[in-house]
């Protein structure tokens, strides 16, 4: 059981020495632990609306017809399509959202269908099924 005082164990030393170092780390400003910011938490709203909601459909089918389309390409088809809608600033919104797709696809290719390797319900079906 602790008492509150300090110990004289071999601790002590590394500790005594670790608070004798402090005036000087923070002179070299010493980055530790206690500077760093947290993680950032994902968030799942948007903060502005979708500027690819009515034209999604038709990306994922030139996607599918063919996957390895830039984003460029897709953002110049849709400015065909659909006329004065889609300018070039959507440029990297696309690209991301290519990108997330891409991902998606690559999931499905490595695990089998199943998204997520931490998806219970997915699991649990693929093992009974083969079991």
């Known amino acids: 059981m602790s008492t ?5 164990g071999p601790d002590r030393k590394s500790l005594d020495q670790f608070l ?14 206690t500077h760093r910011k947290g993680e950032a938490k994902a968030r799942s709203w948007r903060t ?12 994922l089918l030139w996607l599918q017809k063919e996957p390895d389309t830039t984003a460029k ?4 088809k849709l400015g065909e399509k659909y006329p004065g809608q889609f300018n070039h600033k959507l ?13 998606t696809m690559a999931r499905r290719l ?14 649990a079906a693929t093992v009974s099924v083969a079991g």
Do not use: H, M, Y
């Open 48 to 59: 502005r609306e979708d500027p690819f909601k009515d034209a999604w459909t038709d990306l």
């Open 73 to 76: 390409d897709l953002l110049q």
């Open 4 to 8: 509150g005082e300090p110990s004289e």
């Open 91 to 103: 440029l990297r919104i696309l690209q991301r959202r290519v990108g997330a797709w891409r991902r």
């Open 20 to 33: 004798a170092s402090l005036p000087e780390l923070w002179r070299e400003e010493e980055a530790r632990p």
């Open 110 to 123: 490595v695990f089998g269908g199943v998204e997520e390797c931490n998806d219970v319900q997915a699991v």
